[in-house]
């Protein structure tokens, strides 16, 4: 008994078909691209307008605020930037932001280690107490935060005082980032290192770290990001020279209520260290975060 050949032309518009849809799916649709358009616009154009809003005059501003700079003036940008305050109110924001990063790493990946490495009752229960730190503002132990920063550590108005908190709650994302790093390393390498007559922090330190740095750097953009913007917690703690920059431009602010340019210029300056740092880690970011999903 024989077989009559499939006909070619009764596969081809099945597979013209299935090339369409895959097509279609892979391009996107209009309604996710207007959709996509306007999370943009909405996200993007208050930046933009205090951008441009620096370099116009406050007559212009209040002949036409939503117009263009005409003509473009410099004046604000560089009475910020000749302004001591403004470079006070950064070098207290670094110094804070890189004391709570490194806080962050050291103390995180510490952490993470033997939630990761070591088998032990109670693991997934401690590693859950992380995972409902998440769940925890810090606005609810603000009040408690200051009796104890300011009264018991006598931390008041210091860069340690304010990066120890900020550091703490940034463990529990931290945890929850490394620790598949750590765990997906093989247990074949760390038996290996143990028989060449390796300790265990010795394995730590020479060679988990270095194959865990993706995550690490992470981390360390997501606690300096996060530490740069925060604003409850050096407001309480914070005073006079060591505010740091959030505080500066609402100091600024109001101090300068009427000269709305330089209060844009202003603010468009205390964001760009943090916008760059953070657009210049993006591509470790994302991969730190796809190698912790895989692991």
């Known amino acids: 008994m024989s077989v009559a050949p499939t006909s070619d032309l009764s596969i081809a518009p099945h597979v013209r078909r299935r090339k369409s849809s895959s097509d279609s799916f892979r391009g996107g649709s209009p309604l996710i691209y207007g959709i996509a358009l306007v999370v943009v616009a909405v996200t ?63 103390f995180g990946t510490m952490a993470a280690y033997p939630l990761a490495r070591y088998e032990f009752k109670g693991r997934e229960a401690l590693y859950m ?48 980032i490394l620790r598949p790093f750590l765990m997906a390393i093989p247990k074949e390498l760390e038996e290996a290192a143990l028989l060449d007559g390796a300790s265990r922090i010795g394995f730590f330190w020479r060679i988990l770290l270095p194959l865990s740095g993706p995550g690490m750097v992470t981390v360390g953009v997501l606690a300096f990001v996060g530490s740069w913007n925060a604003y409850l917690l050096p407001l309480l703690l914070l005073q ?45 970011i994302v991969n730190g975060l796809q190698g912790a999903v895989k692991g």
């Open 44 to 106: 993007l154009g208050p930046v933009i307008y205090g951008v441009l809003g620096g370099f116009r005059t406050n007559a212009q501003l209040a002949a036409t605020p939503a117009g263009l700079p005409s003509p473009w003036v410099l004046d604000n940008y560089l009475g910020v930037l000749a302004n001591p305050a403004f470079w006070q109110y950064t070098w207290n924001s670094v110094a804070v932001a890189m004391i709570t990063t490194a806080a962050v790493v050291v």
């Open 129 to 176: 107490v992380f995972v409902l730190g998440l769940l925890f503002p810090a606005a609810v132990a603000i009040v408690p935060l200051f009796i104890l920063i300011t009264q018991n550590f006598g931390l008041g108005n210091t860069w340690l005082g304010v990066a120890l908190p900020q550091a703490a709650f940034a463990l529990p994302t931290t945890v929850i």
């Open 240 to 284: 006079g020279e060591n505010k740091t920059l959030p505080l500066g431009v609402a100091d600024f602010s109001s101090e300068h209520s009427s000269d709305t340019a330089g209060v844009f210029a202003f603010t468009t300056l205390a964001m760009i260290p943090a916008l760059i740092f953070f657009l210049a880690m993006q591509k470790r």
